[in-house]
């Protein structure tokens, strides 16, 4: 006669199931968080635009401890923190220039100050410490500037939120690009608004004095705030700022 095994009780086979989900679930998670750190990676996902004085890549993630003072002390709010899409970066703080630069004529640099740990140097002697990268002409056919064309209205228009500070309005209180529209016969708006003296130029595009085509030229005291980037009307801008990115002379 051949030996049956029993049948369990439907409230232990229950129980299996339920470990068995539980197991797969954890193993899941686990395989998740693992992926979520590893796949940006592995993509070569862009490089974020730092904060101001930020320490090389590895030595910034390995020293920020994600308190988010630097977010708070912000005065325009520039600063944000990674979210779950960004892997090991997850919590780390970035700056999209697009959506808002950093106000790098902010008085002593507020985040540097207030970050605990130096991820973002509080040494601040050489132009190099403090660059977040370098801004470029992206897309040269999109520039008013290099059209001959000028520009009237809010620079991203009336619904944009970012913030800028305007020296002719109120030197301590950012206010809406929104709130403060454009009328000029040729673009300079990059020019006009970098708060870094001589970063940027519009240099003429050829020897006719009368052709009024003028080109945007980055020059070496660019710290990469991404301003430029942010006041570009066009859409995309036709100027971008890349991280990381350092000085070569031509």
């Not at 590893?38 to 974020?48: F, K, T, V």
């Not at 090389?56 to 005065?75: H, R």
């Not at 290099?146 to 305007?166: E, I, N, S």
Request: proline share 9%; charged share 25%.
């Amino acid at each position: 006669m051949t030996a049956t095994t029993p049948a369990l009780p439907p409230q232990a086979v229950r129980e299996a199931r339920r470990r068995f989900l539980r197991s797969a679930l954890f193993g899941s998670l686990a395989v998740g968080a693992a992926l979520a750190g590893w796949l940006p990676i592995a993509r070569r996902q862009a490089l974020h635009l730092r904060p101001p004085g930020a320490l090389a890549e590895d030595e910034f993630l390995a020293s920020c401890i994600k308190c988010g003072q630097c977010v708070q002390v912000c005065p325009v709010e520039a600063i944000v923190l990674g979210d779950l899409g960004e892997g090991f970066g997850l919590g780390v703080p970035h700056i999209d220039g697009r959506a808002q630069a950093c106000d790098f004529s902010c008085d002593a640099v507020q985040c540097v100050l207030a970050c605990p740990t130096g991820a973002l140097s509080h040494t601040l002697n050489k132009k190099e410490e403090v660059r977040m990268g370098l801004a470029r002409l992206d897309k040269p056919d999109a520039c008013l500037a290099r059209q001959g064309l000028g520009f009237k209205g809010p620079a991203r228009g009336a619904a944009f939120p970012g913030l800028h500070r305007y020296e002719e309005v109120d030197r301590w209180k950012p206010i809406p690009l929104a709130d403060h529209p454009y009328e000029v016969e040729l673009c300079d708006l990059c020019v006009r608004e970098c708060p870094i003296k001589d970063a940027i130029t519009l240099e003429p595009i050829g020897d006719d004095p009368a052709d009024k085509r003028r080109t945007p030229v980055v020059h070496q005291p660019c710290v990469g705030c991404g301003m430029c980037e942010m006041i570009c009307p066009t859409e995309p801008a036709a100027i971008v700022v890349d991280a990381r990115a350092q000085w070569r002379a031509a």
